[in-house]
């Protein structure tokens, strides 16, 4: 059975802070593009903890929900990273990163449509035959419901995930905030997700604009993230968490801190899923 | 999704109302602006980053119309945000010869010293230890920068400041300036070349012994000696004992 593991993003404040190895934390998770062009130490980092550590990587320019061709200099670069760190899967969002040659550094919402299901399916079967490591699809935080939708964003993820045989990275704050920002129950949502193919799981905190929350991952996870997460693992069962944190980054003992709450309340979960089982 | 995917962009990019598509579309305006602004802001923040030293020379209102003409005449090819911000200097001096926003020569050089320390941070340029025949060689991610302002001193007096800068504009007056990664701490490092340093750089480059280098300066050899053991306690000069 798969054990639960618990996790961070390895980030620039924190690059010496994690050898020797901490007990407290599990795994960490990268974002390539923070690592894909660099040498010095960012290259050597990588190569410390890869000797302590298992990582993942969670990119952020895949673009599979975008109009242009796949770059294959950004497929070559990412190829080189997993080969250093041997992942055992990798990761991006179910969204558009970038169209007609201009990057974003954002992520867009694509259409909820069978058009749109059948563009990402395609994408994520090369991505993952090229890299010949798993992928996992998260599901992403969006703003707008782009018009023309023909079913809702649980199918759609489902469809995606069904059609591409990949796994799913769970996002548990991002559905909180879109459940906030679009009006729907968090709890009907995930239990419409085919939570069979959650292999990780996201935490974050988010911002309040006033009239819609903002996924900023740049506060501590809020009680009711944390509550949704309960719920998630009561359903899937033992898997990889982590949190994600990427504004206002605090010491590495804080997130240290917040891990040790996440690690009380995933176990705990943990206890109602096998009773459940 | 094509129609869609170019209406964001041309929202993004500007020539698109938001209004207007928020209306078309029946979403939220705040939500379309929202995304323009994110897009338009880790543009700025990358300049800023990269450029922290010349970036708050500008008034703050100079700066964000600055980065707004960046953001339009430069749209971000490259996927690692940072590298987006590498067409920045290139921008400037463009402004600087159309007499734009106020740029000197000197804005202009001092762009050229912070990439050039973002290009040492990311270069994938491996530091490797000499074998003992071969003596001293510079590190390969030393870059030698010769401007006609004192701009490393202005950096690096900004940055004892922290930040605050307490400098006008400084007057010309050459200056060479090293930088590269320390071979140890894996940190880029810049450095006003002294006339010692440029000494042994000219010697390490012409591949002078160090008596020869002693004679040709009229300095003992130990001196010599001394110098060059200076210069790879620094870093940019490496020996089979540097590691």
Redesign the interface.
């Known amino acids: 059975m798969e054990t639960a593991r618990y996790g961070l993003g390895l980030r620039r404040p924190h690059f010496d802070d994690y050898v020797p190895k901490l007990h407290d934390v599990d795994f960490l998770e990268i974002v390539p593009e923070n690592f894909m062009e660099f040498g010095g130490k960012a290259l050597h980092t990588l190569h410390a903890l890869r000797e302590y550590y298992p990582l993942v990587m969670h990119g952020v320019s895949l673009n599979l929900g975008g109009v242009d061709p796949l770059r294959e200099d950004y497929l070559d670069s990412l190829s080189r990273l997993a080969s250093i760190i041997s992942p055992p899967w990798f990761s991006d969002h179910l969204s558009s990163s970038s169209a007609f040659g201009v990057e974003y550094h954002d992520l867009l919402p694509v259409p909820f449509t069978m058009e749109a299901v059948h563009h990402v399916v395609d994408r994520i079967t090369y991505v993952q035959a090229r890299m010949r490591t798993p992928f996992l699809l998260e599901n992403p935080s969006y703003y707008i419901v782009l018009p023309g939708a023909e079913m809702t964003e649980a199918e759609f993820i489902g469809e995606v995930l069904s059609r591409a045989d990949c796994g799913l990275l769970l996002d548990v704050n991002n559905v909180f905030v879109n459940s906030r920002n679009h009006g729907y129950a968090a709890k009907a949502f995930i239990d419409a997700l085919p939570l069979q193919r959650v292999r990780q799981i996201h935490l974050a905190g988010h911002d309040d604009s006033g009239n819609f929350l903002i996924d900023t991952h740049g506060a501590s996870t809020p009680s009711s993230v944390l509550d949704l997460y309960a719920y998630v693992i009561e359903k899937v069962g033992p898997t990889w968490t982590m949190i994600e944190r990427d504004n206002q980054i605090p010491p590495l003992d804080e997130l240290r801190n917040e891990l040790h709450i996440v690690r009380e309340i995933g176990d705990a979960s943990l206890l109602s899923w096998r009773r459940a089982a | 999704?094509?129609d869609?995917?170019?209406l964001?962009?041309h929202m993004?990019?500007g020539d698109l109302d938001a209004d207007a598509l928020a209306l078309a579309?029946?979403?939220?305006k705040?939500?379309?602006y929202?995304?323009i602004e994110?897009?338009k802001g880790?543009?700025r923040e990358a300049v800023e980053k990269n450029y922290d030293v010349s970036s708050v020379l500008f008034p703050s209102d100079t700066f964000t119309s600055l980065v707004n003409e960046f953001y339009r005449r430069y749209?971000?090819?490259?996927?690692?945000?940072n590298?987006?911000a590498s067409a920045y200097r290139a921008f400037i001096d463009a402004m600087y010869t159309q007499n734009r926003f106020g740029i000197s020569n000197f804005i202009c050089e001092l762009t050229q010293l912070e990439w050039a320390e973002w290009e040492v941070?990311?270069?994938?340029?491996?530091i490797r230890q000499p074998k003992p025949d071969q003596g001293f060689v510079f590190n390969p991610t030393l870059q030698t920068l010769m401007f006609s302002y004192p701009v490393g001193t202005f950096v690096r007096a900004w940055r004892h400041n922290d930040g605050v800068n307490t400098l006008g504009e400084p007057q010309p007056s050459d200056e060479t300036v090293f930088v590269f990664?320390h071979p140890i701490s894996?940190?880029?490092c810049t450095m006003v070349a002294s006339p010692r340093m440029l000494f042994v750089l000219k010697m390490v480059h012409d591949v002078m012994t160090p008596g020869d280098a002693a004679r040709c300066a009229n300095i003992s050899t130990k001196t010599v000696l001394d110098l060059l053991q200076e210069a790879v306690d620094d870093g940019w000069l490496l020996c089979s004992d540097t590691f």
């Open positions: 999704m094509k869609q995917a170019t964001l962009h993004l990019r579309w029946n979403v939220p705040e939500r379309l929202f995304y994110a897009v880790h543009i749209p971000a090819e490259h996927y690692e945000l590298r987006c941070y990311a270069t994938r340029e491996e990664r894996l940190h880029a």
